[in-house]
């Protein structure tokens, strides 16, 4: 049998079934354009966590007051709870450390500000003036506080671009405008660049304001909720966060590590927790349309057995004419193959528009991956092999009189 | 060269009724015989004529063909025979469904690969040979009579030049004059090519075409006889396709 023949032989058993081919290839197309969707959807959540974790900073060291923690439990306690981080340390940490390019001071509180009768409640940070270099924050309008004002206490605002639509009408210019935070008139003097609300927080929902001045007027004492430090490069970051833990260990008096009144934790540290949840997110969801598949490949041996059984006299025909065992096998199989092939391609296709859409119409980022199209492809040519052997070996196996004689 | 010995086959499972479709047959039939089989309904020549082209097995008995232990041969050899040394006209023709009279006939040469260009022409000289018309080669085999039928599963028995032809009842559906024909093309084939041909018929005008007849009842042989002088299809009508 030539390849023409081949071809001939499975696209006239496929059409004088056509609903029966169509309803089979249903199966695998949706099977496959489930695990293609779902796996972009997977991978889109993991990339657009990945960046919002790298806006955060860049080869980012945060030092938190109170006892170690694991990584992933850190981001959301109650951070700054403890009392325990000072202006020094921080400090020290930028003059002392080698490898450290700068490093912020911060507290945060949450207040209600308002703006000419309209009001809101949001975060307000007060920080050092090397903030906006290790945050990767960028000033769309006006300027970022200056040492001189920190060391003024002035009293100055830049506010992040959801709390200007919050608060103020549309056209309004911020910078220069009189804002009541907590009870006290602040001058705003700039607007941050939007960040995209990631997660859990909204990145521009923050009002940035001296480090003293908030600690004078808002929290009363000395201590920090927060140390963020930005080290040279990735490759010291371990040993950055060593030293820094070295450092503070010695300015607080603890000898024994494990009694630390602080814990540092890097942005890899981050990364890898966060990817590593994605990834089971992930899993989870090829797995779901990883049964959709399954369910197919057992359509299509579910049909092929039927044709097998339907079609035994010609099968006991094209043996009584001289077919070899190899020649019926290959012919279905290649029907098999065939229909889990064409379902493949339909469901590839499909599974990129409804990523498409997804993104267009839920606004989730999805990416659909080379490797996830020839991972379907692979599964759905195995799934033709696997499931459509067993009734291709029956048929070849038939004796062709029997075969002929079948009602 | 054909030697069956003391061929049997029993149909029934244990317990149940058996049946002794071919009850020890044995008879030796040498390349370029023409050999009718005859007997009445039941008796047992399709059930023989089957173990005759390799496509079931006898129950006890031995059959070599060409010197061959057939019983001894792997699936493959036996596709291989059926595909180059045997043709066969199934008593119930078996064509296959919505496929077109030519490819029907060129079925046998594609799964004995032969080239695409090449079965055409083979199929169509095929079905000309056995009374086929040519205004009918694009039909499907569902749209044909039952006269047409028999002749295209005739023509596909043909086409791959068999050195052993078993036709049961290839003549039963056939009117008179396209019966000649289809006897006239296996005369010349078993005179011109040495073909053998065993056909099994009911009618004795028919029988008479062969060389030798055999005679079977309930399954065993009451008669194995010489004709000496066979009747000579009509070849008039064969020479003018
Ligand atoms: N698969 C089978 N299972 C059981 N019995 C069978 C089977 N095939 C044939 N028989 C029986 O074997 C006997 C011989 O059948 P066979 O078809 O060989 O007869 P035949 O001589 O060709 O008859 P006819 O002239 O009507 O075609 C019959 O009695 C039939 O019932
Ligand atoms: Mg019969």
């Known amino acids: 049998m030539t390849l023409s023949d081949i071809y001939h032989e499975t696209s006239s058993a496929l059409r004088a079934n056509k609903v029966r081919s169509g309803l089979t290839m249903l199966g695998i197309v949706i099977g496959i354009s489930s695990v293609i969707a779902l796996i972009a959807i997977g991978n889109g959540a993991q990339s657009s966590i990945q960046s919002s974790i790298q806006s955060i900073g860049s080869n980012l060291i945060i030092v938190m007051p109170g006892a170690t923690r694991t990584p992933g439990s850190i981001v959301s306690a109650g951070r700054g709870t403890a009392q325990s981080l000072t202006n020094e340390d921080a400090t020290a940490i930028a003059s002392q450390v080698s490898g450290v390019v700068a490093a912020d001071p911060e507290v945060s509180s949450n207040k209600q500000v308002t703006f000419q009768g309209t009001n809101t409640r949001t975060t307000i940070l007060g920080t050092g003036d090397q903030y906006p270099t290790v945050r990767n924050l960028q000033i769309a309008d006006g300027s970022y506080f200056t040492q001189n004002q920190i060391t003024s206490l002035a009293r100055v605002a830049v506010i992040g671009p959801t709390v200007v639509t919050d608060l103020m009408a549309t056209g309004t210019e911020p910078v220069g405008q009189e804002i009541v935070i907590g009870g006290d008139t602040f001058t705003v003097i700039g607007v941050t660049v939007a960040k995209g609300g990631s997660g859990f927080t909204n990145q521009d929902d923050q009002i940035f304001i001296p480090l003293t001045t908030a600690q004078q007027l808002f929290t009363g004492n000395k201590y920090l909720s927060t140390i963020s430090v930005e080290a040279d490069n990735t490759n010291d970051m371990a040993a950055v966060q060593a030293d820094i833990t070295t450092l503070l260990l010695g300015r607080h008096s603890i000898s024994n590590p494990t009694n630390a009144d602080f814990s540092t934790i890097n942005q890899a540290d981050i990364a890898a927790t966060a990817s590593g949840i994605t990834q089971t997110f992930t899993i989870l969801l090829a797995a779901v349309a990883g049964i959709s598949l399954l369910v197919g490949g057992i359509g299509i041996m579910n049909m092929m057995l039927t044709t097998v059984t339907e079609r035994t006299r010609e099968i006991g025909l094209r043996k009584a004419i001289g077919a070899k065992k190899s020649d019926i096998s290959t012919q279905f199989l290649v029907e ?39 991972l379907a492809f692979c599964v ?3 799934i033709g092999i696997i499931f459509g052997y067993y009734p291709a070996r029956r048929a070849a196996s038939l004796n062709p009189i029997e075969a002929l004689r079948y009602e | 060269m054909i030697e069956i010995k003391n061929i049997t086959k029993v149909y029934g499972s244990a317990g149940a009724e058996k049946v002794r479709a071919v009850d020890g047959i044995s008879f030796t039939i040498k390349d370029g015989e023409f050999v ?83 079965r055409e022409a083979r199929a169509k000289a095929a079905l000309v040979s056995a009374g086929f018309n040519e205004s009918h080669f694009l039909h499907l085999s569902n749209q044909l009579s039952g006269g047409q039928i028999q002749r295209v599963a005739i023509a596909r028995a043909l086409v791959n030049n068999p050195s052993l032809i078993l036709a049961d009842e290839p003549t039963g559906n056939l009117d008179t004059r396209t019966g000649e024909i289809v006897l006239g093309t296996f005369q010349k084939l078993n005179r011109e090519n040495g073909s053998t041909i065993i056909l099994i018929t009911h009618e004795p005008d028919v029988a008479m075409h062969a060389n030798r007849i055999i005679h079977i009842r309930d399954g065993k042989i009451v008669e194995d006889k010489i004709n000496p002088n066979p009747t000579k299809a009509r070849t008039d009508t064969v020479d003018k396709i």
Not at chain 2, 81 to 96: A, E, K, T
């Open chain 1, 336 to 374: 098999a193959v065939s229909l889990t092939f064409i379902g493949g391609g339909i469901g590839v296709a499909l599974g990129i528009l409804a990523s498409y859409l997804v993104t267009t119409f839920g606004g989730i980022t999805t990416s659909v991956t080379s490797s996830s199209v020839i």
């Open chain 2, 36 to 118: 009718a089989i005859m007997g009445p309904s039941g008796s047992g020549k399709s059930t023989l004529m089957h173990i005759l082209g390799a496509l079931d097995t006898p129950t006890s008995g031995t059959y070599h063909l060409d010197g061959k232990d057939v019983s001894s041969l792997t699936d493959e050899e036996l596709a291989e025979i059926r595909r180059n040394h045997i043709g066969f006209v199934f008593q119930s023709f078996n064509l296959l469904p919505r496929t077109t009279v030519l490819r029907n006939v060129s079925l046998p040469l594609m799964y004995a690969g032969v080239k695409v260009e090449e």
């Open chain 1, 380 to 382: 759905s040519a195995g």
